[in-house]
């Protein structure tokens, strides 16, 4: 594939976006860039600095402060917050219950959705999050919108928390999830919804490899 493709795929969480959208990336030899990641690292630096996450002003101008970077680490990707590595901390329950909070604010998303379209501006590349499709790239050439059952993702999640020793009960992971996509849903500013333009996978029942063996045929019969 000669031409630098922005491959935008949204969808709610636990999808499996940002898994297949790594080896995507790697396969196309192009840039993985993990939006949610990026709302995380804010929502770490708020609680770490006591931060009331309903009070924009005062996260605008942490974020002012809040240097975010991404290094290739294998597969997989490390994430720096003013050159620290937070790659473990920004998974975390308690950032994560709060994240939906603090991604919802107009002036957060302005900033954030800013310096995305700068990482993506040489395409190349392929994002993931929840508005790439409709306001971080509403022009890439490939959209895809990820779903699986609420009950699919929490078992996902379920094995991937047991494979690092982690136990939290399926129904507990399961209602965090209905819980975040209601909010993301719902938020006032550029909420989660599937973009016009976008192609929808339903990969309940699809492998890892199945799910990356469609996306690639989408991408073929787009471009
Ligand atoms: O990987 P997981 O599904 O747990 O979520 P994530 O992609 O790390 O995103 C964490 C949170 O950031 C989401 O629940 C959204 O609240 C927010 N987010 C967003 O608002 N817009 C994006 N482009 C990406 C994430
Ligand atoms: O980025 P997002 O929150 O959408 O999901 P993820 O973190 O990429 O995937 C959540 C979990 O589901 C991971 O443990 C993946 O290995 C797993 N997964 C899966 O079992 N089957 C798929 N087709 C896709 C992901």
């Known amino acids: 594939m000669d031409k630098k493709l922005r491959i935008a795929i949204d969808g709610p969480a636990s999808a499996g976006k940002s898994t297949v959208a790594k080896i995507l990336a790697s396969d196309l030899n192009y840039i993985y860039c993990d939006t949610g990641a990026m709302y995380r690292v804010l929502t770490l630096q708020a609680l770490r600095h006591d931060v009331d996450v309903e009070d924009e002003s005062k996260l605008v101008a942490l974020l002012k402060d809040t240097d975010i970077t991404f290094e290739p680490d294998g597969n997989q990707q490390k994430v720096f917050l003013n050159g620290e590595n937070v790659t473990t901390d920004i998974r975390q329950p308690d950032v994560t219950n709060a994240v939906s909070a603090v991604s919802a604010h107009k002036g957060v998303r ?4 800013r310096r995305q ?11 993931d999050g929840r508005d790439i499709g409709t306001a971080v790239l509403p ?6 919108f990820l779903v699986a059952s609420a009950k699919e993702r929490a078992e996902r999640r379920y ?6 020793g982690i136990e ?3 129904e507990v992971l399961q209602k965090e999830i209905e819980d975040r996509d209601y909010k993301d849903s719902h938020r006032e500013v550029s909420p989660l919804v599937q973009a016009d333009d976008a192609v929808l996978l339903d990969t309940t029942s699809l492998s890892i490899d199945e799910v990356v063996g469609r996306m690639k045929e989408i991408i073929q019969k787009l471009i």
């Open 139 to 144: 022009d890439a050439e490939v959209k895809i």
């Open 117 to 127: 379209q700068v990482i993506a501006e040489a395409g190349g590349i392929v994002m």
């Open 168 to 170: 939290t009960p399926l």
């Open 159 to 164: 094995k991937e928390n047991i494979s690092k």
């Open 110 to 113: 302005e900033e954030l959705v």
